[in-house]
């Protein structure tokens, strides 16, 4: 069959590309329902990921985060219709010390291999999840972006002390509020503090402890451990306010992207003894985790469909470029695609 694959060109630009794909057993067929929008898909649109890095991975399908409907499966497994998450990850290799998302053969889908903005999209049967019937369409297309934090809380499982007393995330957008309501689930007893930049937005945290402003941080403020989900030029900022406040012997997660290095204070993470972790992308585990911990609380998901921002229906690539334009303006929440195209 012939495949449509709308891929970015150029900041701003995409083109249809079709493509020859013969269908075999050994992948299932999947049809893209609704797509959602990543700061990282956003850093390639506009052109800010660099110019070494776009030369490199342009052409290329954007989106790494969604959900379709099952429309072939051949060894007729799974029923024509089955809502399933697409993992974006593909490891190529097996190692049983490094994850998938961190082996060095492995491919991810729009950072130099196409996304999901396709007509059909072919993955390994492994790389899907299927998704219980009370999860929206809309919050259920942003689960990647859940998967993140689920991965970075196992990560941090295995690597802090055993005090679990408190935890500061930093980052009051989508991947800070995911990371607060998560360990208010995964750590009911401990206490869960957002440092942000704007109220209207710490509004949102309805569930956290505490809601604190960066620039009014407490003196002699403690916490055990802390999450950084900030990125960008706030990355600096945040990881220097965090090895300032942590505790001795506390875990810094690093989660945001920043395109450019940022120093760190090495000096108090030494006399500290803090443990800092980088983490980036996640695994087919991590999705199956994250949908058994929506089974097991329900509230999770009704807390996610806050974040649903902006809904786009998608018929042609002038819808694409419109998504991804409103987007950019919304200070809130995550933009989704339905695909009609
Ligand atoms: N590690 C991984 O695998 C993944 C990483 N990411 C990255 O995580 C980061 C966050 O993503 P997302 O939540 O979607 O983006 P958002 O823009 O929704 O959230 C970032 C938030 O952090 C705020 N912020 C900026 N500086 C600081 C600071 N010093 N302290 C506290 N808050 C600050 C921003 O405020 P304002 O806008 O006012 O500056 C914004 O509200 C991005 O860099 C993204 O690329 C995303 C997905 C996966
Ligand atoms: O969003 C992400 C995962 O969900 C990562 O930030 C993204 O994969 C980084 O990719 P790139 O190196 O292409 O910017
Ligand atoms: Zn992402």
Known sequence: MINQIYRLVSARQFEISYKERSITDQQVVVRPTHLSICAA???????????????????????????????????????????VVMVPNMPTQEDEFVAENYRVGSQFRSS???????DY?????????????NISSPVAAFTELVTIATHAISRFEKKAIARRGSFGVWGDGNLGYITCLLLKYMYPKCKVTIF??????????????EAIFINDIPQDYE????????????SQYAIDQMIDICKPEGTLGLLGVSEFPVEINTRMVLEKGLTLFGSSRSGSLDFQNTMDLYEKH????????????NITTVTTVKDIIAAFEEDLSRSWGKSVMEWKI
Request: charged letters at 25%; glycine letters at 12%.
């Open 41 to 83: 898909d956003q850093r390639y649109y506009t052109g800010k990921r660099g110019e070494e890095a776009m030369k490199k991975k342009l052409p290329m399908a954007l989106i790494h985060e969604g959900i379709g409907e099952v429309s072939y499966d051949p060894k007729n497994i799974i029923p024509v219709g089955t809502r």
């Open 112 to 118: 130099g291999y196409d996304g999901f903005m396709q």
């Open 121 to 133: 999209v072919f993955l390994n049967r492994d790389r899907l999840v299927f998704v219980p019937d």
């Open 196 to 209: 942000g930049k704007t109220q209207y937005k710490l509004d949102h945290f309805s569930f956290v402890d």
């Open 223 to 234: 916490i055990d451990h802390a999450i950084e989900c900030a990125g960008g030029k706030g």
């Open 298 to 309: 329900p509230e999770i998901p009704n807390y996610l469909s806050t974040l649903v921002g």
